[in-house]
């Protein structure tokens, strides 16, 4: 009897302890970088916001060779976050949980959204908080140490500030533009030709009203389908490129104060005024000169953050056994 009962107990702990040693098989260690591990989970979980996006954009035929491909990259950013999060333990860096949850607090501030909605779009990404809050970390971390490490050794000569800008003078050109109010009367697609003619007859005749002195603003924000929701129809300064190109030619064209004629684009017919004008010209060096300086820095860091977490690597026993 005692002999069937250590056999049903025995039996039982198998059955109990079956799917937990299953759940420690399907972990592994895919790479060793120093004394800390990476884990196939944490690579899968770095890999899930991606993996929708590469099956909407890879044929099926490619994925395997796609997702090995993604997967490897992930493994070598996470190893060089192990590499960060090493020297920065040496050298006493840390990001607080504080640190972090204030980030996301004027993160969501500034984006005007919940925490509550802020989750339900990461996990709509295919992620959730905790790998967001990990991610942010570990950026922090990066910017620190290279801060520490690296920004207090780059120095910028007025030389080389003054060469960016002569290669670059036509990223610092000031762009014409004016500042803009209309009267928008839609034309919807498929809009019949007697329907049109009507909207057209209405837009002439608000053009009238303006000609005889009426004010714009006081048009513009009166009950007339799809005009201008902004106050007096004011859209604010308008660089050239970024209206339909029968409106921008009157517009551009246009003295200030005065009313254009009764416009047709692909949207309706327009009714514009312009009410201030900016001239193009190159902005002088004095005035870009720290946006420059900032642009070379970036660039150094980059450069030299490459060759520091190389030289890391060089030094550091770093195994990978994926996959």
Known sequence: MRKWFFLLLFMTTIIIFAPMVRAAIVDRIVAVVNED??????????????????????????RPRATEEAMRFLLDRLINNKLIEQQARKKGIVVREDEVMNYISRLLESKKITLAD????????????????EELRADMLRNRLIRR???????VSDEEIGEYYKKHREDYEGKEAIRLKQILIPVEPGTKEEKIEELKKLAE?????????????????????????????????????HMHAEVEEVAFSLPIGKISPVIRSPAGFHILLVTEKKGAG?????????????????KKMIERFDQWIETYRKMSIIEIRFP
């Open 37 to 62: 591990i990476i884990t196939l989970s944490e690579l899968k979980e770095a890999f899930a916001p991606y993996r929708e996006r590469l099956e909407r954009s890879t044929p099926e035929s490619e």
């Open 205 to 241: 005749g608000i053009r009238q009203r303006l000609e005889k002195g009426e004010p714009f603003d006081i048009i513009a924000e009166q009950v007339v389908p799809g005009t201008s929701s902004l106050a007096g129809g004011d859209l604010g300064f308008i660089e050239r490129g």
């Open 118 to 133: 802020f989750i339900k779009s990461l996990e709509e990404a295919g992620t959730n908080l905790e790998r967001y809050k």
């Open 282 to 298: 190159i902005k002088p060096l004095s005035e870009v000169r720290m946006e420059i300086l900032q642009k070379i820095e970036e």
């Open 149 to 155: 490490e690296i920004q207090t050794k780059i120095v």
